[in-house]
Each structure stands twice: as C-alpha cells, then as structure tokens.
C-alpha cells in the first residue's frame, strides 16, 4: 500500500534536510504537494525555527492546484497549541481542499502526538502513515530523543592524533588536524544548539566557541562551560562576544565573589549538584539545558569531560578526527581521560557509522550503543 508513496517520501526527505542549520529547536520537516492526478505541483521545507512549516510553504506554491491533491510530509503536520508560533498546518491542509495527506511519522510532542491525524480525519481527509518511518524518525533523532527524556542528544567532537591525544604535554592543541577537518567541525557547531567544553579547556586554548560559517540562520548559540569552583578567567575570549549567551555551571558553594565577577560580564551561572566525584552532576547540566529549549549539544572536549558524558552513558554520537600524527607522553591529554574502565568487557561500546579519509586525516563517526 505505501510502496507507490516511497518516492515522493524521498523527496520529502530531501527537502527536510534544508532544514539541518535553521529548524531547531523544532524538528526538520519537508513536504511535497502532488496535483489531484499524481503530479509534483511543488515542495516545502521547514527552513528556521520561528519560519513556515513545510506544509504551509508546499500549499503556497501550489495555489490553485491543491483541491482533491495529495501532501506528502515526513512528521505529522500539526494542530493548534498555545505555544506555537505559527498557525496550525492541519488547517491549512484542510482549507486546501487537499483530500490526502502521507505521513512518513507521528509528531512525538505531547501536544501533538496523533492529534493531527484525527483532526484530519475528522475533516474527511485520507491519512497514510508509516511511509518511510525509520527513516524520517532517524531524520530528527536529536528532537525525538529530546522530546523523549527532556535532556538534549549529545556528540562528542573529538581532533587527536593516531596515538588517541587531544593535546601535546604541555596543553597546546593548535593546531592537530587538518584545515578541512577543522571546517568540518565548524559545519558541526551550525547543526547544535549549544556548545559544551571543560574549564580546562577555556584556560589552555582560550577558545571562542562561536559559529563560523554563517550556514546557521542564527549566528548565536548557547555555550556552556563545566567549572566545579569557578575557575573561568573574565577576561577570556568565550566572553569577548555575546557573554550573555554563555552559562557557566559550577558546584553549590562556589566563590561567590567570582560569580558575582562572571554575573556582572553577563554570563549565567548555574550551581548544581555534584556527581558524587566531586564535579558537576551531568543529568542536572542537560535536564537544565533542555528546559531551555537546548535539544542537541556539542561536546568539544576535553578529554576529561568526554570521559564523564561515556561513562554517565549520556554521550549518543562520537565525531572524531584522527590526525596522522603521534605525540606520545604520559602527560598528553588523552581523547578520554579519567580513571578508565578496569576491563574491556566494562568498556563503552560503539558502532561505526561512517568512516572517510579528509585531506590526510580520517574522520570516524561512532554510535554510542545502548543509550
Ligand atoms: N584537540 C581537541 O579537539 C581538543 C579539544 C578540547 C580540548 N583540548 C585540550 O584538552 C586539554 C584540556 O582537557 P582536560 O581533559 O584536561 O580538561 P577538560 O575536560 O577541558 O576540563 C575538565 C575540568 O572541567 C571541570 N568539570 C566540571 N564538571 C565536570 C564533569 N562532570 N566532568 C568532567 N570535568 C568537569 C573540572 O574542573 P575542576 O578540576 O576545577 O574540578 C575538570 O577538571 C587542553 O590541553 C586542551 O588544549 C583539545
């Protein structure tokens, strides 16, 4: 019964992915309008969070042509709801006159959740599900996961040498890969929305965390720094621009002189729970985050904070560029520091997804398993 919507679902899929840089918080979603005889009258994507929905920017090119068509679209198009900032495509399809609406899968939002399918129905609309699902859930894993646990999907970003070191005894790290894995990693930070990084890491690379490319409609983004005692100097760079997009979290009973410091350059900062180590309570980082509107955050390291997002089993994706090089030392920050696992059968567990050569490095991108 599906089989004949498979290719028009593809498309759908196409369209969706224009949204990869601008849609989030929201999920990415394409649609595809065909004419009353089967015909692609036109498309739509969701392009930015606050911007049309895909369905409503399909209807709009195909005025005129949509009464008795047919909208193909990869999530559940949606009904009306207090927060929404848009008006409810269900209505619009309706309005329409479109007599069939394909739908690769169901909104997981609690508000949403087959609501959209009964309004259409109750219209008199024909609803396909099921179309393409794996792939349209896999599409927005990050807004699935997000919706699911209220804490947001996390990527570890990883630049080391062969020999598995993040930076050289010492602490310098600049630079370990090469120019095109460094614009690989840059093309990451426009697909989350937010970046995570070790205090340690803010004082040996003073880095700026900001997006680069200008692919993300929305050139801010949340940058969030762990440092158990306030550490993090005024003065670095991350505060140079937008110090208010920044959230330092730390443990109850930090200095309050140097919150006040940090307070005063506009910075948020956010006391948590220790992890029972001694340093901030992960789950109460993200489920903060998430409260926030955060859905997906980058982890750019270092090497002691991968290790408590594998451990803590809240690491979903590992994005790592391996440079043909070796450092070596006993002392050179490792991609994953802590204490170690104390046998392989004890060891996170992943699964390879791709594997590409990149101007002289490899870039390995690895699925968490079981989380
Ligand atoms: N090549 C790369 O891609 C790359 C990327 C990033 C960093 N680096 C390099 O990595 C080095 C820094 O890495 P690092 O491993 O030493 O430190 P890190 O991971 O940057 O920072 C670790 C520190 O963060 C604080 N923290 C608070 N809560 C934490 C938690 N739940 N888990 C872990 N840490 C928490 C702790 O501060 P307290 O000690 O105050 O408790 C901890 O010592 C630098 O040399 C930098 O150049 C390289």
Avoid at 8 to 23: D, F, I, S, V
Avoid at 33 to 58: F, I, T
Avoid at 172 to 182: D, G, L, M, V
Wanted: glycine fraction near 12%; include cysteine; aromatic fraction near 4%.
């Amino acid at each position: 019964m599906s089989g004949g919507w498979f290719g028009p679902m593809r498309q759908a899929l196409e369209e969706a992915e224009k949204g990869r840089y601008g849609a989030s918080p929201n999920p990415m979603v394409g649609a595809v309008l065909l004419s009353h005889e089967g015909e692609v009258v036109s498309v739509g994507a969701h392009l930015r969070c606050g911007g049309p929905h895909a369905e409503v920017a399909a209807l709009a090119g195909g005025a005129g042509k949509t009464v008795g068509g047919t909208i193909v679209v990869t999530l559940e198009p949606c009904v009306p709801s207090p927060n929404k900032r848009t008006p409810p495509c269900v209505d619009a399809i309706i309005a329409a006159g479109i007599s069939r609406v394909v739908i690769g899968t169901r909104d997981p939002s609690p508000a949403m959740n087959g609501r959209g399918v009964d309004a259409l129905k109750t219209a008199g609309v024909e609803v396909i599900e099921g179309v393409e699902e794996e792939a349209c859930r896999t599409l927005n894993r990050r807004f699935f996961y997000w919706v699911a646990t209220s804490r947001p999907y996390v990527t570890l970003k990883m630049a080391m040498t062969l020999d598995g070191k993040l930076a050289a005894r010492g602490g310098r790290s600049r630079w370990i890969t090469s120019e095109a894995s460094r614009r690989e990693g840059y093309a990451l930070r426009e697909e989350y929305d937010a970046l995570l990084v070790g205090v340690n890491t803010v004082l040996a690379d003073d880095p700026r965390l900001l997006r680069h490319l200008g692919l993300n409609p929305n050139p801010r983004l949340t940058r969030v720094v762990l440092d158990t005692s306030l550490r993090t100097p005024c003065d670095c760079a991350l505060l140079e621009k937008y110090p208010e997009d920044v959230v330092v979290f730390c443990l109850e009973g930090s200095p309050a002189g140097r919150r006040r410091e940090l307070e005063r350059r506009g910075v948020t900062v956010v006391e948590v729970g220790d992890d029972q180590r001694g340093r901030c309570d992960l789950r109460q980082v993200l489920r903060r985050l998430a409260s926030n509107g955060t859905s997906s955050v980058l982890v750019e390291g270092g090497g002691e904070v991968h290790w408590s997002f594998l451990r803590e089993g809240l690491a979903h994706r590992v994005h790592a560029f391996v440079a043909p090089l070796v450092l070596g030392g006993r002392e050179a920050t490792p991609s994953v520091g802590g204490p170690g696992f104390a046998s392989p059968q004890e060891a996170v567990r992943l699964h390879f997804v791709d594997v590409r050569r990149l101007e002289g490095d490899l870039v390995i991108q690895a699925e968490v398993q079981g989380v």
